[in-house]
């Protein structure tokens, strides 16, 4: 191909260059500086911000982890004290004494103590005001952990309204087992009291294993909540140290700034947090108020500068224009540069430079006619040299069953037609699964899987096309017949290997192909279709890549030209990622079987 250089700008000189527009846009400094100042102010105030509220947290968590500690001590001496009168005092004095000691500690219902292995409690003391739940209060049995020498705290739940049971151990049996607990049911108004929400931070008491024991909202004790899930009791519950810091986002993408604090009793521990949005309210006051300064300076700046940017803005949308209709294909254009600096000389060589790829457009428009895509930008570009080279791929070959007999009862322009939508039907499912057309010869479709580059997956591409090329044929068949025509079968074989690819031919006239060994047996693949009755057959090369894949059934046969029998695969379907088989097959998939003029003797088994 011959082309045109590009023609000079005559008399084109450049007498306002950019260099000297550019320094109109110094103002871009001013807007940069002032964002920065503006980020960095916010910034560091956020950080600091961020800071302050992890250490009240922090605070916050240990203050209230310090006083559930002392709470927990004070209450579990008040239960020992009221087991040991239960076990020791006679009982008219017994009485008397518990009745202080709850009228002294309202919130304690109960105190039982439990024989290990009993179905109630050995002993009970229960506060005269809490007499209407003495049937729920003798259910309440120690914990598991005080049986293995440890307090516990656990929440329990009667008729809509949490309570929390304190296990202890009372009598260890040899210094080894513990044969007698303790426990005494208590109301969580002191933990309220204790929990109850302070300014923007929320604290609450968890179990060990995630339970709500206290919290500034009741009605999570009494719903039995679990916060296990909530990353920063997940942090809690498995971390080893006694506390900790932590940016977390609840259930519903809700950011908090957390902190946690082990109580040291029963493996219980505060969690103290603060919603981000909420602990950020006045920084981000001060970086709105910061931003709309800003942007009442860069409005003053910009309309400043606006004027001088004219000149150089105007050129560069124009240009900008230019390019895009080139990119989209469109090289008519109809552009005409105004001024005398370089974007202007730039915008001149741009409409040279269209007229060039006009002509190189048409050539390659032209030349795709008669290659594939892929083959025809390879040789345009320069990869595919004269001659050919050794290549590795996977040939496909097909053709149309009874396509003499068919094309006999047809006149010629019928034929054309019918072959040119078949084969479009068929062609597109090849480049849908990246194969490339070689060439058509009569009714028959040669394609060709790795030239004339390589693609990940070839085999499984082309096994996958013909899957694809057995589905679209019984559409295209649904409507012949719904013409009244009849419908359409074909084979199709595939045989992987190595082969010679590239230019083959004379100076005169030369043709892009592939040549080999591979390619002869992969026809004769296809020739096999017609004897087994099937529309599609694999070689062993091809089953031997994909055998974990397909769902198959042996054949064999020898065929004209090759001294052993070839051994191919009917493909019925394939095994998906679960590794479940998926049959695809259609009314055309299978028919009956006929003699093959390649075969040379009948078929047997594999």
Not at 20 to 28: D, G, I, N
Not at 39 to 53: G, P, Q, R
Request: overall charge neutral.
């Amino acid at each position: 191909m011959s082309q045109k250089s590009a023609p000079k700008p005559s008399g084109f000189k450049v007498k306002f260059p950019i260099g000297v527009k550019l320094v109109s846009m110094m103002a871009l400094l001013l807007i940069t500086s002032i964002l920065t100042v503006v980020f960095l102010a916010t910034k560091l105030f956020s950080d600091d911000n961020t800071a302050f509220i992890q250490k009240a947290t922090s605070d916050v968590a240990a203050q209230l982890a310090s006083q559930t500690n002392e709470y927990i001590k004070t209450l579990a001496n008040t239960l020992t004290t009221i087991t040991e009168f239960q076990a020791s005092q006679t009982k008219g004095r017994s009485v008397d004494f518990l009745d202080q000691q709850f009228e002294r500690n309202p919130e304690i219902l109960s105190v039982a103590t439990w024989r290990k292995g009993d179905t109630r409690p050995e002993r009970l003391s229960l506060n005269p005001k809490s007499s209407d739940i003495k049937t729920f209060v003798e259910s309440v049995k120690p914990s598991d952990r005080s049986w293995e020498g440890e307090p516990d705290l656990d929440r329990v739940t009667f008729n809509g309204t949490g309570y929390l049971a304190v296990s202890f151990p009372l009598a260890v049996e040899n210094e080894k087992q513990v044969v007698t607990s303790a426990v005494g049911l208590i109301t969580a108004e002191r933990f309220v009291q204790i929990y109850g929400k302070k300014g923007v931070v929320t604290s609450y008491l968890v179990g060990r294993k995630g339970d709500v024991l206290a919290h500034p909202k009741e009605q999570l004790v009494s719903q039995g909540v679990n916060f296990s899930d909530v990353p920063i009791v997940k942090a809690m519950l498995e971390s080893s140290l006694n506390n900790n810091q932590l940016r977390f986002e609840d259930k519903d993408n809700l950011a908090y700034l957390g902190a946690f604090r082990q109580v040291g009793i029963a493996g219980v521990g505060v969690i103290s947090q603060v919603l981000e949005e909420k602990a950020f309210e006045t920084a981000n006051r001060v970086k709105y108020r910061s931003l709309l300064v800003a942007g009442v300076i860069m409005f003053l700046a910009f309309s400043f500068v606006y004027f001088f940017s004219q000149t150089m803005t105007k050129p560069i949308k124009s240009l900008v224009e230019l390019t895009k209709e080139i990119a989209s294909g469109n090289f008519a254009v109809k552009v005409q540069p105004k001024g005398h600096d370089e974007i202007t000389a730039l915008t001149h060589s741009f409409k040279d430079m269209a007229t060039g790829l006009a002509e190189r457009d048409k050539l390659k428009e032209t030349f795709n006619k008669f290659h594939s895509k892929e083959i025809a930008e390879a040789i345009l570009s320069g990869e595919v040299k004269l001659g050919g080279s050794r290549q590795r791929a996977t040939v496909f070959f097909s053709d149309i069953r009874s396509f003499t007999e068919m094309s006999e009862s047809m006149n010629p322009e019928e034929v054309v037609q019918m072959l040119n939508e078949y084969m479009t039907v068929m062609v597109a499912e090849i480049t849908a699964n990246k194969g490339v057309v070689d060439k058509y010869v009569g009714d028959a479709i040669m394609a060709v899987w790795g030239v004339p580059m390589s693609k990940p997956n070839d085999t499984w591409n082309a096994v996958k096309a013909c899957f694809d090329m057995r589905r679209r044929l019984a559409e295209f068949n649904e409507g012949r017949i719904a013409k009244g025509l009849k419908p359409l079968k074909i084979g199709m074989g595939l045989h992987s290997g190595e082969l010679i690819a590239g230019n083959i031919g004379s100076n005169e006239k030369m043709e892009y192909t592939v040549i080999g060994d591979t390619v002869n047996t992969a026809s004769r693949i296809e020739s096999l279709t017609k004897e087994f009755g099937t529309d599609l057959l694999i070689s062993a090369d091809v089953y031997g890549q994909l055998k974990d894949r397909l769902i198959v059934e042996p054949v064999s046969a020898s065929v004209k030209g090759k001294a052993d029998a070839l051994t191919a695969y009917k493909v019925k379907g394939y095994y998906d990622e679960n590794k479940s088989p998926v049959v695809i097959e259609t009314p055309y998939s299978s028919y009956e079987a006929s003699h093959s003029d390649k075969v040379v003797h009948q078929k047997k088994s594999a």
